[in-house]
Nanobody, 122 residues
Framework: QVQLVQSGGGLVQAGGSLRLSCAASGRSFNTYIISWFRHVPGKEREFVAA?????RYADSVKGRFTISGDNAKNTVYLQMNSLKPEDTAVYYC??????????????????WGQGTQVTVSS
């Protein structure tokens, strides 16, 4: 069992930055891949980034977002720079033991954070 608690998010103007945190607890945390997804009402939940020792990003955020991890704190971060209005969404962190080829599939993940709203104004 893994528990994920998110923090960060909020309202920012276009071009600004925000950092999201995902603190994990529970057994065997280090065996899980931690990823970030985002959801806009009326659309599918979208893969954003994954931390698997190395990092993977959706094309829409590559070069602007950075995912990183602090093993000592069991926390994964999503640093979001050069934010755009289209980045507005509820962001979720997720944990799973998915194969690397299935990182971007929602069903690959077992545990989810509570979600945090990110709003980027134009």
């Amino acid at each position: 069992q893994v528990q994920l608690v998110q923090s960060g998010g909020g309202l920012v103007q276009a071009g600004g930055s925000l950092r999201l945190s995902c603190a994990a607890s529970g057994r065997s945390f280090n065996t899980y891949i931690i990823s970030w997804f985002r959801h806009v009402p009326g659309k599918e939940r979208e893969f954003v980034a994954a931390f698997v020792g190395t990092t993977r990003y959706a094309d829409s955020v590559k070069g602007r977002f950075t995912i990183s991890g602090d093993n000592a704190k069991n926390t994964v971060y999503l640093q979001m720079n050069s934010l755009k209005p289209e980045d507005t969404a509820v962001y979720y962190c997720a944990a799973g033991t998915t194969p690397l080829g299935a990182l971007n599939f929602v069903n690959s993940y077992t545990y989810w954070g509570q979600g945090t709203q990110v709003t980027v104004s134009s």
